[in-house]
Nanobody, 128 residues
Framework: QLQLVESGGGLVQPGGSLRLSCAVS????????IGWFRQAPGKEREGVSC??????????NYADSVKGRFTISRDNAKNTVYLQMNSLKPEDTAVYYC???????????????????WGKGTLVTVSS
């Protein structure tokens, strides 16, 4: 059964750090791109970061709002993708989702419409 399960969310003070995990099962992680997305209350879901498959050299992409603060990585042996979030800001508060992109013919994309399967999300709250 295909599954993506996010974990690692929580409450953190501004300037703090969190590491999110996306554990996948039911498919070979290394073959596909994985992305992190977020949705704040009253806002549309937006792309945060993504990482391509190994055949695409594991290339990464970041939204401008998180460049230099967030880092995406993958551990194929553990079937897990991570999002290290540093220097967190209140505007980073959102439900964070990971998603799988099963296209084999392009690098990863931050477009929500480019994803084939979604996890249920984990809440990140940045507040003092």
């Amino acid at each position: 059964q295909l599954q993506l399960v996010e974990s690692g969310g929580g409450l953190v003070q501004p300037g703090g750090s969190l590491r999110l995990s996306c554990a996948v099962s039911g498919f070979t992680l290394d073959y596909y791109s994985i992305g992190w997305f977020r949705q704040a209350p009253g806002k549309e879901r937006e792309g945060v970061s993504c990482i391509s498959s190994s055949r695409r050299s594991g290339s990464t992409n970041y939204a401008d709002s998180v460049k230099g603060r967030f880092t995406i990585s993958r551990d194929n042996a553990k079937n897990t993708v991570y999002l290290q979030m540093n220097s967190l800001k209140p505007e980073d508060t959102a439900v964070y989702y990971c998603a799988a992109d099963f296209s084999l013919f392009r690098p990863c994309t931050l477009s929500t419409s480019g994803q084939n399967y979604w996890g249920k999300g984990t809440l990140v709250t940045v507040s003092s």
